[in-house]
């Protein structure tokens, strides 16, 4: 059964520090999304990605932050300089388009130190 | 607004029912979901239920909607050990449109 992947599973880098976090969605879906959980806390959406570009982004995903599909199977989301707030399980998904049904990658848990 | 509230703990013995309850703030959702996330590991759908449905059943999990009240559950019948995990409540608008969770319920099973 497809799925949605993501590397790596676990990212420790230093405050300040550039991290690409990493994801292939299943490879006939139009929609692309980033999530993020804190520990304890809420799920929390952070942007939507289709056609190409920006659908929807949240109040967290500032300019600190940024997607990109560089190739035709990765999609990545990139944080230019990373804060201890940011540290999280970022977790990836994908939709079809005309079902309702996101499925959400393993995640990645990134820790800044 | 978009909001989604939860319990936080669910403590059931195993064989019998849990029913995780949530509610929800925004009458426009079209899609109400039930997430499954065991530990260490990433969100599983469970089951959904459309805004138009009251109820629905899928071999041991029961979905109540009462659209009226904003209030939508989740009911395990037999629970087992291995049902053990955060359950998540959350609400969407499109197929495609982003999915607003709640805070997850914790359901243990004690022998």
């Known amino acids: 059964e497809p799925e949605v992947t993501q590397t790596p599973s676990h990212q420790v880098t230093q405050m300040g520090q550039e991290v690409i976090l990493r994801c292939v969605p299943i490879s006939n879906h139009l929609y692309f999304y980033w999530y993020r959980q804190i520990l304890g806390q809420k799920v929390e959406f952070l942007v939507s990605f289709y056609n190409n570009e920006i659908s929807e982004k949240s109040e967290i995903f500032d300019d600190q932050f940024s997607v990109e599909r560089p190739d035709g199977s990765n999609f990545t989301l990139k944080i230019r300089s990373t804060k201890l707030e940011d540290s999280a399980m970022y977790f990836c998904?994908?939709?079809?388009?005309?079902?309702?049904?996101?499925?959400f990658g393993p995640g990645t848990r990134l820790t800044v130190t | 607004g978009e909001d989604v509230e939860q319990s936080l703990f669910l403590s059931v013995r195993e064989g019998d029912s849990s029913v995780i309850n949530c509610t929800y703030t925004d009458s426009s959702s079209t899609y109400l979901y039930w997430y499954k996330q065991e530990p260490g590991a990433g969100l599983q759908l469970l089951t959904y239920i459309f805004s138009n449905m009251d109820m629905k059943q899928d071999q041991r999990l029961t979905v109540l909607l009462n659209k009226k009240d904003k209030h939508l559950s989740l009911r395990i019948a037999d629970t087992q050990t291995g049902d053990s995990a955060i359950y998540f409540c959350a609400e969407g608008y499109s197929s495609a449109s982003k999915i607003i969770f709640g805070s997850g319920t914790r359901l243990s099973i004690r022998p």
């Open positions: 998904a994908s939709n079809e388009g005309q079902y309702y049904e996101q499925y």
